[in-house]
Structures are given as C-alpha cells and as structure tokens.
C-alpha cells in the first residue's frame, strides 16, 4: 500500500529515508526552513514546504490531514519541541489518516555509562543540555502517541556519518584528528542504516523504542587510523585528549562513554547494511561515495 510520508525537518538522515522512501513508490513531503532548499529537495522527489519552528501554514496543515505516516527529524529548542508546539493539535485532531509517528532522537540520552553496554531498558541519565532536551521531546510524544492510540517508534541514533561526512573527508580537508582518551568509545551509524531502519519500522508500524547503531562501538582514533590506511595518506598523530583543543561541544562528548547494543532492532529482523565503521569506509572508498552520494 502507498504511503504517505510527511517528514518534519528534510535534513541528512530524513533525506536518505526520502530517497528510499520515493524509490519504494511512496509519496514523501518534506519540511525545511528555507525555500532555498526546495530544489534539492525536489531533486530527490521530496515535496518541499516551509515550517519555521513556530506555526503552521494553511499547505502544512492541509499536508498533515493528507500523510499516513509522520517522521520527526526536528531537534528540540531551548523552549521544548518544535513540531509538539505547533502542530500538536493539529496532529491530535486532523490526521484522520495517520497510522504511525516515528521520532528521530539520540543515544546521548543514555548519558554516561563508564563504558558499559546499555539497551533500551537502560537507565537514561543525560548529562548535556541537549540530550536531557531529547528525553523530555521523547517522554512528550509517547505522551501525545498515548492520547491518540497512534504506534510510535523512538529510534535512539548514534553517531551520524555517510557521503560528505565521514573520516575521509576530514582527512581530505585536514581536520582530521586522533584524540586519545583511554578508554573511550563512541558508537557510530551510518546514514543509509537509519534510512533503512526508518523504512523498516515504518512497514511494521512498530511501537517502542530502538536503538540504530552498527555492531562495534570504537575508539574515534582507530576509524581515523582506517581511512587513512585506506586513502593511503599518513595518519594524525595521537594527541591525548587532556592536551587537545576542542570547542566545548566536541570536548562535551567526550564525557559520555558507553557501548549502545543494537540487539533489539536485530531481533525485529532489521539486517544492519553496515555493520561496523569498517564496512561502511570499505564500501565508501570502492564505491567512491565517500565525498557524495552519486545521483539515482
């Protein structure tokens, strides 16, 4: 059956949904906070509308009343959710054909583990502004999910990378770094693992909550020391992580250290496209997608 996807905020990870999403024969309207954007977006088959964060227009509206599906690709601000302040009511009481929501959110709601594996029934104890934001948003549309009996799923993502954005293209630009911090790990996804684990929720209309992110989580000096043996080009030298400089948000990161288990989506029968950093930087550099996704 024909869906019909509206994606609030077409960024990275809800772009590379999108394609699938159209490529599959699904309809897809897309929100962006600039018409700049619409001819990117078009490109890919996304219908494009504007959504400033704060209210909706009368085509929003009407695209509401029209979608089966909603995705959420919309951080929350400093005053709460976004889409929840403008478009709650509207969701409750004109989506007559809304059959599921799934939430883009993060694994940085887990908060800092010591390095210790979690699931989804770990405890959450976000330390960043940002991810206590998340976890209100999240705890605020299972809330509204409940009060319209609507199925919702909360995919917790880790670390995004894929075409344009990945260690390749820090090597390239020479940004790259390889800060050391005994004992550190980051867990790490690549982009089209949360296009296909989207899609495949979505088919299930699933309810709970999921973590998308790959088998191995990894010290960020080891992926760096990869795609340099892979480009072929002398590594950065290990600076330790006491002595590097950082902006205060990178240097954030570093004080969350845990391993994310993807058993559950493996479980539901999600096959990961990558498995590990080096799967998806092997494929990247055959293929010679690591700079950008070449066109469909």
Request: charged fraction near 25%; hydrophobic fraction near 40%.
């Amino acid at each position: 059956m024909t869906k019909t996807f509206l994606i609030f905020g077409a960024g990275y990870s809800a772009r590379a949904f999108a394609r699938q999403a159209v490529e599959d024969g699904h309809r897809v309207i897309g929100t962006t906070r600039s018409a700049e954007k619409f001819t990117d977006l078009s490109a890919i088959g996304i219908e494009s509308l504007i959504f400033d964060g704060t209210t909706l227009s009368n085509d929003l509206a009407q695209a509401l009343g029209k979608a089966t599906h909603l995705v959420v690709s919309v951080a929350p601000d400093e005053t709460g959710d976004p889409v929840l302040r403008a478009a709650s009511e509207a969701i409750r009481g004109q989506m007559p054909r809304l059959r599921w929501i799934g939430y883009l959110s993060t694994v940085g709601v887990y908060g800092d583990h010591d390095g210790g594996w979690v699931d989804e029934d770990a405890d959450c104890r976000p330390v960043s502004k940002r991810s206590i934001s998340r976890l209100a948003s999240e705890n605020a549309w299972r809330a509204l999910a409940l009060d319209t009996g609507r199925p919702l799923a909360i995919l917790r993502l880790s670390g995004i990378y894929g075409p344009g954005r990945n260690a390749f293209v820090n090597l390239a630009e020479g940004k790259a770094k390889r800060i050391v911090k005994p004992g550190q790990v980051f867990n790490r996804i690549h982009v089209d693992d949360i296009a296909g684990a989207l899609a495949f929720l979505a088919e299930r209309e699933a309810d709970g909550i999921f973590n998308v992110t790959d088998n191995e989580p990894a010290p960020p000096q080891d992926v760096v020391a990869y795609a340099s043996n892979l480009m072929g080009v002398d590594a950065p030298q290990e600076v330790p992580f006491d002595a590097a400089t950082m902006t205060p948000m990178a240097r954030s990161f570093y004080g969350e250290n845990k391993r994310v288990s993807n058993a559950k989506l493996k479980s539901a029968g999600y096959s990961f496209r990558f498995q590990t950093y080096r799967h998806a930087l092997d494929a990247m550099w055959r293929d010679h997608t690591w700079r950008q996704r070449p066109p469909r």
